[in-house]
């Protein structure tokens, strides 16, 4: 059997071209179209298009001072490493990375797995936390797209939250650590605020049953008790564009509100496997200034994405797949968040026991 392994992403265009970045736009409010109301696909797409546009300018000029985004290349480099990783240990597999909202596009990808004779299926999205617009998502949208694609009828399976794998933890805590030593920061320093900040999410989502911000709130804690850190605060990188409710405090407003009480704050991009965007503009460059201007000293965490233990991780969590023994036997168990046959993660409630 012929097993294909999609690592999926977000996307970002590694280009400033202003025609790209809008029609990745429009593809990103499209995606999140059921926040409003549209009565026609029609209408919900001139309405990512109105988005879309409103929101270019500010977008463009941030992927214009960084050069546009590394996350492509970072990705391809993260799925190289993982095809390395899984041939040492004997398995025959081809793996690839699709995106979201930027090419290579997932649904695009189910042609090339027909082409290539994939009869089996496992998709790995990037994403540490799991959330309905990225992780849950992702997987919908590639195996809609393989439903889509005529009589190609592969084995389809999915991995979903994988915040809570051991080596992951060790990866960040020890990446922070690091950081701190180098930086002879101390985070317990009552001058010193540590803050994980976040990808935030619309309410709505929260509402609707997502766990995202429990995820956030118990790796948090994770990594602050590896790393030893006494204290901290938790923020949200919102893109509000909808006049709609996202999730609380801002990691710009908390960051803002600590020039009386700290000299300095270390950020941590703890929803992050690539330094993009969020971390390159909104952090490095907006969240900088918005730090200067009220006395404090900004450090930032680097993103692990090239840590060489990361493609074993990802190896460790798709062996199951591989190796044909049930994935409960590494606390595998079928996702809540999408709850579909064959889709499994790490996040999974047990059931209550029987007395």
């Known amino acids: 059997m012929a097993t294909a392994i999609v690592l999926l992403n977000f996307g970002e265009p590694a280009d400033p071209d202003r025609e790209t970045v809008l029609e990745y736009l429009t593809r990103i409010f499209y995606d999140n179209a059921s926040l409003e109301d549209a009565e026609s696909e029609e209408e919900a797409w001139e309405r990512s298009r109105e988005l879309a546009q409103r929101r270019l300018p500010g977008l463009m000029e941030e992927y214009e001072e960084i050069g546009g985004s590394p996350l492509q290349a970072q990705a391809a480099n993260q799925a190289d490493a993982l095809t390395e990783s899984l041939a040492d240990r004997g398995h025959d597999v081809t793996v690839y990375h699709a995106m979201q909202f930027m090419e290579p596009l997932i649904e695009d990808i189910p ?38 694609h005529g009589s190609y009828e592969p084995a389809f399976s999915a991995i979903t939250g ?8 060790r990866i960040r805590a020890e990446g922070i650590e690091s950081f701190l030593a180098e930086n002879d920061v101390d985070p317990n320093d009552p001058e010193t605020t540590f803050v994980f900040s976040a990808h935030g999410t619309p309410t709505k989502y929260l509402d609707e049953g997502y ?36 999730t609380e405090p801002e990691t710009e407003e908390l960051v803002e509100g600590l020039g009386d009480s ?55 969590v798709i062996e199951p797949f591989l190796s044909e023994f049930a994935p409960a036997y590494y606390q595998l168990r079928q996702c809540q968040c999408r709850n579909k046959e064959g889709t499994y993660c790490f996040n999974a409630e047990l059931p209550p026991q029987e007395v």
């Not at 994988?162 to 933890?169: A, D, F, Q, T």
């Open 111 to 148: 042609e090339t797995l027909a082409d290539d004779g994939m009869d089996e299926v496992i998709a790995l999205p990037i994403y540490p936390l799991c959330g309905p617009s990225t992780t849950v998502s992702s997987i919908d949208l590639l195996e809609d797209a393989i439903d889509e």
């Open 162 to 169: 994988w915040h809570r794998v051991p080596l992951y933890n």
């Open 211 to 246: 766990r995202y911000d429990e995820y956030v709130e118990e790796h948090a804690a994770a990594i602050a008790g590896m790393v030893g850190i006494e204290e901290y605060e938790i923020g949200y990188q919102n893109h509000a564009n909808r006049g709609i409710e996202w």
């Open 262 to 316: 700290a000299e300095r704050v270390v950020v941590e991009p703890m929803s992050f496997m690539h330094e993009q965007s969020e971390t390159l503009v909104e952090l490095d460059i907006d969240l900088m200034e918005d730090a200067d201007a009220v006395g404090l000293d900004l450090y930032r965490v680097p993103v692990p994405h090239d840590d060489s233990r990361f493609p074993t991780l990802l190896a460790d």
